[in-house]
């Protein structure tokens, strides 16, 4: 009978057991946004300022401190596994071992998680990441924090890693993050919603509940989502046991912050100074190949050559060269270039803010700015490209012009003296059924298209591709325009459609208690940073009236103003307001325009910037009391004051119950410098009150 075994005693000398940490890589991203380009390739292998979009993201992992890196492929499988057989993360020098699942039938990442779930290989924390991520945090340590933080809520089962940025940033997706309603001690994510269709108001109820139980709430839509997430074994499960989650964010996260049953918490990581993005539309693959070349993402820059046969070199103006690169003697290479090995520019040509691949021939004469020509791509003499994608192989023939947004996908070839209009796309590959960014077409050859002669004439090959075809978000006619700008690379602020006037409603009430409370302490620092904003906020405003910027723009500022310094719309309706009264002063008194003109044109001009700040009555007697009080301490004040209270309500911008509730405030009447501009405006509102009365009397004898 052999010997029984011993049990292990501890000596105290014991090294602590290391948790591996694996990764989870999404390779699909289950959209179409890329197409034409992904009908032959999938995203992920898509270049970036000339380097494979997955190499990013497993650069990144490559100092996360990641054992296992698994790849999740349900389409273009094949192509993705043998790429990363050949890669240098399949030597034996690779710092983590890598994997690449085929889930052939997900349609989603819910579809993959449920895949993952199946094969029961998650038994600690993990990381999961989209497979086109560009990063340069330190993970170590948020990951670190994850793990405090589970420690004290054993609830804890996600921390999503989020971005600070202004709403206006380019490399925030044109879809927007939604909005994110935090316990800001804790970071804990107590709601999520997604940015509401363009152009809709976009309302969320939420609990009066989980505003008294927490001591500050704080309502973020200043966040880009990097989709890096710290999960737990618990959610590859909770996909399984949710059979109609499909989406992380709209979802899963919605879901489980909403639900009453399941009792989980979820977290967020906000990085203030480091990088991170995803690349997940034609505009956020613009903003990120600039933020790579411009450097905002250093250390991962051009130079750093992430693949072994790289041999970039940095110049000043950040202009980058592989080896091997030829250029004429009078040709112009400008800042932010990128320029890979045996590429040649010919004469008098000049290349600006552009990423141009390897074997490359570009002729003499030839313009091209803000674009992104990928591999053995020829462009004959004097063609013009501008903010453009040209892909491997494709050819542009002399004098050919590509306007803006334009996409030529993988062997085109553009005609002599052809012009692609603005957004034109066109492939070799006719559409058959419908494609996500990571599905491919397996005929070869019965898919290629007749030649579009009206597109890219005679001597061109391939055809016009309409992005109508598909649709990602929204799939009503009214949302038409919205999907084309998804799929566009020209950057636009009116996609920004995520409205503050859901956020002011819910925390209006919390946000007057928490003003009282304040209060009470006299000076603090939150009037400092009110005395802040309103100094910054007036200099925005009088900044976007000298300069006539387009009022949108002029309310992002503001808005990202006024998130960054915690202050409400009060503030930000008296800091424009003085903007207004103070240039329509200085007209009057320098004789440049009558009162009556000037104070009509500012008015009438900015109401839609107005309108981002008003959201109810009371905020419209407050706007008119705005006035009021800045009028009061400038010349002409009375006159102002009449014209603007005219001005506003003949425009829609104030109501009649506005102007009653401002005019028998008591504090409208509370000093001699308040009640002397009201000389005018009385007449203002007594024929305002009799029009209404008019109009009321009226209906009355109609339905008699």
């Known amino acids: 009978m052999p010997p029984k075994k011993q049990a292990n005693k501890k000596t105290g000398n014991e090294i602590p057991e290391v948790t591996p940490l694996i990764a989870v890589v999404m390779s699909d991203s289950y959209e179409n946004r890329f197409m034409p380009l992904t009908l032959e390739k999938p995203r992920c292998l898509l270049p970036l300022a000339n380097t494979p979009l997955i190499e990013y993201t497993l ?102 890693v989020l971005r600070e940025a202004s709403v206006s940033h380019r490399t925030r997706a044109k879809s927007g993050a939604g909005l994110f309603v935090l316990d800001e001690p804790t970071s804990r994510c107590v709601r999520y919603e997604p940015a509401p269709r363009p152009n809709k108001n976009g309302y969320i109820n939420l609990d009066v509940e989980i505003l008294s139980e927490l001591e500050t709430v704080s309502f973020r839509n200043d966040l880009i989502d990097c989709h890096i997430d710290i999960c737990t074994p618990d959610i590859p499960a909770l996909f399984t046991e949710n059979f109609d989650y499909n989406s992380i964010r709209t979802d899963f996260v919605k879901g489980i912050l909403t639900s009453d049953i399941l009792g989980k918490t979820i977290y967020t990581h906000i990085l203030e100074k480091n990088y991170s993005a995803r690349v997940e539309s034609y505009q956020t693959y613009d903003a990120v190949s600039k933020d790579v ?55 008098g040509s000049k290349i600006s803010k552009t990423c141009i691949g390897r074997n490359c021939k570009i002729g003499r004469n030839v313009s091209i700015i803000d674009s992104y020509i990928w591999d053995n791509v020829v462009i004959e003499d004097n063609a013009v490209i501008t903010k453009s994608i040209v892909a491997n192989d494709a050819v542009i023939k002399k004098g050919a012009k590509l306007e803006a947004g334009s996409v030529v996908s993988f062997n085109v070839v553009v005609g002599e003296n052809r012009v692609l209009a603005k957004d034109v796309k066109v492939t070799t590959r006719q559409r058959v059924r419908e494609y996500s960014d990571d599905e491919s077409s397996d005929e070869d050859e019965e898919d290629q298209a007749e030649i579009d002669v009206s597109t890219i004439g005679e001597d061109g090959k391939g055809h016009l591709y309409h992005d109508s075809d598909d649709s990602d978000y929204y799939e009503s006619e009214d949302d038409e325009e919205y999907n084309r700008s998804l ?45 802040n904003f309103r100094t910054e906020a007036v200099e925005s405003v009088t900044r976007s009236i000298t300069e006539n910027h387009d009022p949108d723009i002029a309310a992002l500022e503001l808005n990202t103003l006024r998130m960054s310094m915690n202050v409400g719309y009060h503030e930000v309706r008296s800091a424009t307001i003085a903007a207004f009264i103070t240039f329509i002063s200085k007209m009057v008194t320098t004789g440049t325009l009558k009162v009556k003109e000037a104070t009509e044109n500012m008015f009438i001009k900015w109401i839609p910037l107005l309108k ?64 002397d501009v009201l000389k005018y405006a009385e007449k203002v509102v007594d024929n305002i009150q009799n029009a209404e009365e008019e109009t009321d009397s009226e209906s009355e004898e109609e339905s008699d």
């Open 59 to 160: 650069e990144f992992l490559s100092t996360a401190g990641v054992s296992d890196v698994y790849v999740v492929c349900s389409s273009y499988a094949e192509v993705v596994e043998n790429y990363i057989l050949k890669s240098k993360w399949s030597l034996a020098s690779s710092p983590f071992s890598i994997h690449v699942l085929k889930s052939p039938e997900s349609q989603s990442v819910g579809d993959a998680l449920r895949d993952i779930d199946a094969l029961g290989f998650i038994e600690h924390d993990f990381l999961l990441i989209s497979g086109d991520i560009v990063s340069n945090f330190d993970f170590k340590s948020v990951f670190q924090a994850h793990k405090d933080r589970k420690t004290k809520d054993k609830n804890s089962i996600m921390t999503m």
């Open 612 to 675: 981002r700040q008003v959201f109810e009555t009371d905020d419209e007697a407050d706007l008119i009391y705005c006035i009021q009080v800045e009028c009061s301490k400038r010349p002409h004040g009375e006159f102002i004051l009449a014209y603007a209270l005219n001005a506003l309500y003949d425009e829609d911008m104030v109501s009649e119950e506005a102007v009653d509730q401002w005019w028998e405030n008591p504090e409208t009447h509370s000093s001699d410098k308040l009640k």
């Open 293 to 347: 070349i411009s450097r905002y993402s250093y250390p991962v820059v051009p130079e750093r050559n992430i693949m072994e046969d790289q041999t970039y070199s940095y110049q000043m103006g950040h202009i980058y060269k592989e080896e091997g690169v030829v250029l004429a003697q009078s040709c112009i290479i400008e800042s932010g270039t990128v320029i890979g090995s045996n590429t040649f520019v010919g004469d």
């Open 487 to 531: 799929k566009s690379m020209i950057y636009s602020v009116e996609s920004f459609s995520l409205s503050d006037t859901s956020i002011h409603s819910i925390i209006n009430t919390h946000k007057k208690t928490h003003r009282r409370y304040s209060s009470n302490s006299g000076v603090s620092e939150g009037d400092d940073d009110e005395e």
